[in-house]
T-cell receptor, first 110, second 115 residues
Framework: GQSLEQPSEVTAVEGAIVQINCTYQTSGFYGLSWYQQHDGGAPTFLSYNALDGLEETGRFSSFLSRSDSYGYLLLQELQMKDSASYFCAVNPPGGQNFVFGPGTRLSVLP | GAGVSQSPSNKVTEKGKDVELRCDPISGHTALYWYRQSLGQGLEFLIYFQGNSAPDKSGLPSDRFSAERTGGSVSTLTIQRTQQEDSAVYLC?????????????FGPGTRLTVL
């Protein structure tokens, strides 16, 4: 099966850089996804890593290392609107039963 | 264009009653997912539909839960004999073809409260 771990909360100030880690124990998966969810809102897709390495999309980057069973989401030039919960997720080989992490609540302070 | 829509937005029911939750995916999307999210928790996969293939029901927590997708479009999640532990936000998502690299677009969810 799969299980993912994330820190429950992270706090940072505007303009800073923050890294949200996702470690996992899984027998295998296709790739690692990241989603953002504002309070009361629906999750929105941020990024997907099928291969090891860094994927960059604007201020957000995501990293995957299968050998270390580890990934992270990097948010640069933090803005107040980045305050939200961030979830990592994997989908197993041959399946679409995505497993989501418990989420990390990011608070950006002025 | 229109996104994923869900109805009702809120549903309050009494323990033991049946409820139906509806999801209208984005037109043309072949993949449809149902998730459940309890307060302050991550998303729990329930069921996945892809085109005309048999759905992946591996996430349904009990036989009280069932889902259908008619005509490859609208989907209904039915919970029979609701229990208080069923209280959660039920989220529907659709994607063009399915798969991890394919963006899932989520609806606003249905908040279910079982009294």
């Amino acid at each position: 099966g799969q299980s993912l771990e994330q820190p429950s909360e992270v706090t940072a100030v505007e303009g800073a850089i923050v890294q949200i880690n996702c470690t996992y124990q899984t027998s295998g998966f296709y790739g690692l996804s990241w989603y953002q969810q504002h309070d009361g809102g629906a999750p929105t897709f941020l990024s997907y890593n099928a291969l090891d390495g860094l994927e960059e999309t604007g201020r957000f980057s995501s990293f995957l290392s299968r050998s270390d069973s580890y990934g992270y989401l990097l948010l640069q030039e933090l803005q107040m609107k980045d305050s939200a919960s961030y979830f990592c997720a994997v989908n197993p080989p041959g399946g679409q039963n995505f497993v989501f992490g418990p989420g990390t609540r990011l608070s950006v302070l002025p | 264009g229109a996104g994923v829509s869900q109805s009702p937005s809120n549903k309050v029911t009494e323990k033991g009653k049946d409820v139906e939750l509806r999801c209208d995916p984005i037109s043309g999307h072949t993949a449809l997912y149902w998730y459940r999210q309890s307060l302050g928790q991550g998303l729990e996969f329930l069921i996945y539909f892809q085109g005309n293939s048999a759905p992946d029901k591996s996430g349904l927590p009990s036989d009280r839960f069932s889902a259908e997708r008619t005509g490859g479009s609208v989907s209904t999640l039915t919970i029979q004999r609701t229990q208080q532990e069923d209280s959660a936000v039920y989220l529907c998502a659709s994607s063009l073809v399915g798969g991890g690299s394919d963006t899932q677009y989520f609806g606003p969810g249905t908040r279910l409260t079982v009294l």
